[in-house]
């Protein structure tokens, strides 16, 4: 008896429980597609998972059985084509008090944006069905938010995403930009740290083109963009001699030495007066600036300081090796590393008198650790030397001893 | 050396005979004797393991003249003996030797006394203080390593710690005495200092003392197959001044090996090693292997193995009391095997022994590879 009523009870809450949360669209829409259909998409996605369901977008009576029903019934919208999508998005996402009660930290000026980028404006002023609407970028059923390692603008999947479109040269035809962006920036010195070594910090597609608002950084804005990361070298570039002569010559600022998608690990054959170097594509000898020596001399500096840093690691190595206490000299070391990385950022100055003091400051370091390893080396050799003065007494005060037994036991 | 110098160390002596008659001391000693067979080279055992602690004892004061303790001083004043003091290197470099080859030379002298069943009656006292001093021994190994707060030795110490509070009952009392509270921190470098260099001196001491006394009003053991034999096809050598030289002798060998190892290999090699490496930072994560010292890998390695449950017992717990009672059992084997007091084979016993041994070095070799 006791069994039954427990069953009954069960069942009960079961049924007041499923009541409220009754959704048909899902046993309908899940027998009609293929195995892998949006429908079945549905339970990643993010509105899934916030307690939203199919009629929360697509309007209508979940509860109903029939279709026709469904669609005939209060509120239904269906599914809206390519030009209506921002809008049928942005019902929910530009209402903030809407958006409150699920994710108040989302931001709900994401269609405004949209509007002020190349894709909006293609979209609502010229009616293109082929520029990027929400769907586009964020998929249909399987969104989620850029921090899901499966969403499609999470910052590993983002460079990918945008390349759907902007790698297809016969989709992108029409608009006669360049299709080899993700090829470049896959071999990028940003694209290796993102795609490659998985780091989050590494910035993807949207982080210099901005993501709702996209569009191409123009010559004027570009040092804003790469200075929101690389911050001390735009501030060093815009006090420099450089700023006012790039922006007279339309040159942008950071991309004329760096390039832009396909921006390479940097290194000092870049400076100086040598073909390989960058300073010879717009300086010549003759060109009545000081714009080769001071490249010259800047090259000068760093060299030096790199050849002393070598210097000191090889002694300290050595030092090392002969296992020798070598903390201090060690914590001195990363700190001629740091003078290097220093004097290579004060590059962007483009001003000896700023480049040469940082590299003398670590020279005079390295030559400290060079001096101190020696010493450390000469200690190592005074300590083999006092061993063995003391291994010799004792080896002979033992021999003694053993002769001293050897005559007590013959006794 | 010429007769006036004979003749002065002559009137030194007779000048302190006349106040302290050694040359009665010298006379019972004299009249002491060593058994001379085939297993008298274990005698020794013994005298190495005095002589690293008299080290240790050196080494370790001239230590706590610079070492600070606290999470703040600990790590800079190691730091500050090893890279400014005056041979400070080398005195860290000797006591961290030392103290390994101590307790390697305690657990030597151990099995051999086990093995050649030396405990037997009238020695039990002598066995027990013993397994009491290797204890000290190992508590000694355990709180030093601690002390120069660095980042293995911090997790170490949390890790074997928090083994001693898996014990039943008291584990977590014994755990957060241990800790000076529930974690590792500056607090428990005081306690671990004060053990070190108080508490632990002081037991060792007072049990080295009784240890020392039985052993010279028994006299060395005689191997138990000179039960039958006749005085006269028994050999001997005096204590004085034959077996004191050798003895002597063997301490000089162990001073030489001593300093080698501390010049050449100061920070240590292979298994056996301390470099002061990096400070202890509780927030940083744990290095890639904690492991803890070489004497103590065998019980950290079967702890290991054990299975989370054991029938209804935790298996670390399940473990810590197997130890238990298997260290109890070896404590009190000179009681357990009667047989040894009749001069009788004890297979048992033997078995037992030989064991432990294999268990201790298969699970010791075992603890590294798997590292």
């Known amino acids: ?23 048909n669209c899902m046993s309908c829409h899940l027998d ?52 209506e999508v921002p809008d049928f998005c942005a019902r929910c996402h530009s209402d903030a008090t809407y958006m409150h009660n699920h994710n108040p930290s989302l931001p709900v000026d994401q269609l405004a944006k949209y509007k002020t980028s190349i894709h909006g404006q293609l979209l609502f002023s010229a009616k293109d069905k082929k520029v990027a609407n929400c769907v586009s970028c964020h998929s249909v059923h399987e969104i ?34 360049p299709t080899d962006q993700f090829e470049k920036y896959s071999s990028s010195v940003h694209g290796q740290a993102l795609l490659e070594r998985g780091d989050l910090g590494a910035p993807a597609c949207n982080d210099c083109h901005g993501n709702h608002g996209a569009a191409p950084p123009g010559v004027s804005s570009l040092a804003a963009v790469c200075g929101v990361c690389h911050a001390l070298e735009a501030e060093l570039f815009e ?86 206490m070598t903390t201090n000299e060690e914590f001195l070391l990363k700190e001629v590393d740091q003078s290097l990385i220093q004097a290579r950022t ?44 003391a291994t010799l007494i004792i080896t002979f005060l033992a021999f003694m001893l053993y002769r001293k037994i050897r005559k007590i036991e013959q006794k | 050396m010429d007769g006036s110098q004979n003749g002065l160390i002559k009137k030194g002596y007779q000048w302190l005979d ?52 606290g999470a703040d001083s600990a790590y800079e004043s190691v730091k500050f003996i090893v890279s400014e003091v005056s041979f400070g290197w080398l005195i860290r470099a000797i006591h961290s030797w030392s103290a390994n080859l101590m307790v390697l030379s305690a657990f030597l002298h151990m099995f051999t006394v086990f093995f050649t ?133 063997v301490w000089l060998i162990a001073l030489n090996i001593l300093a080698l190892l501390a010049v050449i290999f100061p920070d240590g090699i292979g298994v056996v090693h301390w470099p002061l490496g990096e400070k202890a930072d509780p927030f940083a994560a744990p290095p890639a292997v904690i492991r803890p010292e070489w004497y103590f890998m065998f019980a950290f390695q079967a702890l290991k193995m054990l299975p989370a449950h054991i029938w209804f017992i935790e298996g670390e717990l399940f473990g810590i009391i197997v130890f238990g009672i298997g260290g109890l059992i070896w404590m009190l084997i000179p009681l357990l095997d009667r047989r040894a007091n009749e001069n009788k084979r004890s297979p048992m016993v033997m078995a037992f022994g030989t064991f432990i041994v294999l268990f201790i070095v298969v699970m010791t070799i075992v603890g590294y590879l798997v590292e």
């Open chain 1, 32 to 83: 009609l597609e293929d195995e892998g259909g949006s429908a079945s998409k549905f339970a990643k996605d993010i509105h899934s998972q916030k307690g939203l369901g199919c009629a929360d977008c697509h309007g209508g009576d979940p509860t109903l059985d029939d279709m026709d029903d469904v669609r005939d019934s209060r509120g239904f919208r269906g599914v809206p084509n390519h030009l």
């Open chain 2, 117 to 249: 069943r030396a405990y037997r009656k009238p020695r039990e006292m002598t066995w027990y203080t013993g397994m009491g001093l290797l204890a000290l021994s190992m508590t000694f190994g355990f709180s030093g390593y601690l002390l120069p707060w660095n980042e293995l030795a911090f997790f170490a110490t949390r890790v074997g710690t928090g083994m001693a509070g898996a014990m039943p009952v008291i584990g977590d009392y014994l755990m957060v005495i241990m800790r000076g509270g529930e974690e590792v921190t500056g607090a428990t470098i005081g306690r671990f200092f004060g053990l070190h260099v108080a508490i632990l001196p002081l037991l060792t001491t007072g049990l080295l003392t009784l240890h020392l006394v039985f052993i010279q009003r028994q006299g060395m053991s005689e191997p138990m197959n000179w039960a039958g034999k006749k005085q006269e096809d028994k050999k001997f050598m005096k204590f004085f001044p034959n077996f004191i030289y050798r003895d002597a002798l």
């Open chain 1, 1 to 23: 008896m006791i069994k039954f009523v427990i069953i009954f009870i069960g069942l009960l809450l079961f049924s007041i429980n499923g009541f409220g949360s009754v959704n």
């Open chain 2, 18 to 69: 006349d106040r302290l008659h050694i040359n009665s001391l010298v006379e019972y000693m004299s009249s002491k004797e060593v058994p001379k067979h085939s297993h008298s080279i274990f005698y020794y055992l013994g005298g190495i393991t005095l002589f690293l602690f008299i080290v240790q004892i050196i080494t370790g004061i001239l230590l706590l003249m610079y070492y600070r303790p």
């Open chain 1, 239 to 324: 006090k420099s001699p450089h700023a006012d002569a790039f922006l007279e010559n339309d040159f942008p600022m950071c991309e004329t030495c760096h390039s832009n998608h396909d921006i390479v690990k940097p290194s000092d054959k870049m400076i100086g007066t040598a073909e390989s170097s960058l300073c010879t594509e717009c300086h010549a000898a003759d060109d009545g600036t000081i714009g080769l020596p001071t490249a010259d001399s800047i090259l000068t500096s760093l060299n030096n300081l790199v050849l002393a840093h070598l210097n000191a690691k090889q002694s300290l190595d050595e030092a090392i090796l002969k296992g020798m």
């Open chain 1, 346 to 389: 004060l590059i962007h100055s483009f001003d000896m008198d700023s480049v040469a003091p940082k590299a003398m400051e670590g020279i005079a370091k390295a030559d400290t650790i060079i001096v101190n390893s020696a010493g450390l080396i000469d200690e190592y050799y005074f300590r083999r030397k006092g061993l063995a003065v």
């Open chain 1, 144 to 177: 989620g938010n850029g921090q899901m390692p499966y969403s499609s603008t999470h910052p590993s999947n983002l460079p990918a995403t945008c390349a759907k479109c902007h790698s297809d040269k016969d989709y992108m035809a029409e608009y006669k930009i």
